[in-house]
Structure formats: structure tokens, C-alpha cells
């Protein structure tokens, strides 16, 4: 079982940056990638990004250019640098981790971008 613990979510206004933070605990070995997901109400979970062990990649379309997604392997834990934020990032977020095809979930955390 793979544990995720989320920090850094809140309230910043338009324009704004935020870092969230994601550490992963417990049987840690073959995660292949970790990341991030976003609900907003009454809106599907979506991407935001994903980091994988081979160092790749991938970006919803609507944060590309603006959030930054990175790990720090010796600590276990993946960032999500988000910059120039708007009102349309509002949601939950969900840090995400993919150990031999199961997916892990964190907790969820609120960002709220005000105008």
C-alpha cells in the first residue's frame, strides 16, 4: 500500500502562484509515476500533471505553460508549481501515485484562486 500526504493547497488570488507538495509513504518500490488530478464540482477528476521514474512528463492542455510538475526522489515527494493561476483552477486536487498498474490516491486538497 502506498500512502500520500498533500500540502501546500489554499486561497490565492488571480494571477498568483501556489506550490503543492505530495510525499509518498509506506511500500514506495515500483512507483512508476506520480502526479497530480483536479476536480472541480460537478466536473469530472481531470490531469494536471504526472512525473514519471523515467522523468517524463505529461500536462492537461489547460496548465501547460504555466504549472510545473517535479520530484525529489530522496525525499519521495512531487511538487506542483502553479503559476499565473486563475479563477478556472479552482477544484480539489489530488495527488496520484501508479505502482504496477493500481492507482493511489491522496486525501484531496481545496485550491481556490479568487478574482
Known amino acids: 500500500q502506498v500512502q500520500l500526504v498533500e500540502s501546500g493547497g489554499g486561497l490565492v488570488q488571480s494571477g498568483g502562484s501556489l506550490k503543492l507538495s505530495c510525499e509518498a509513504s509506506g511500500s514506495i518500490f515500483s512507483i512508476s509515476a506520480m502526479g497530480w488530478y483536479r476536480q472541480a464540482p460537478g466536473k469530472q477528476r481531470d490531469l494536471v500533471a504526472l512525473?514519471?521514474?523515467?522523468?517524463?512528463?505529461n500536462y492537461g492542455d489547460s496548465v501547460v505553460g504555466r504549472f510545473i510538475i517535479s520530484r525529489e526522489s530522496a525525499k519521495n515527494t512531487v511538487y506542483l508549481q502553479m503559476n499565473s493561476l486563475k479563477s478556472e483552477d479552482t477544484a480539489v486536487y489530488y495527488c496520484y501515485a501508479l505502482q504496477r498498474g493500481s492507482g493511489y490516491w491522496g486525501q484531496g486538497m481545496q485550491v481556490t484562486v479568487s478574482s
Open positions: 512525473v514519471w521514474t523515467s522523468g517524463t512528463t
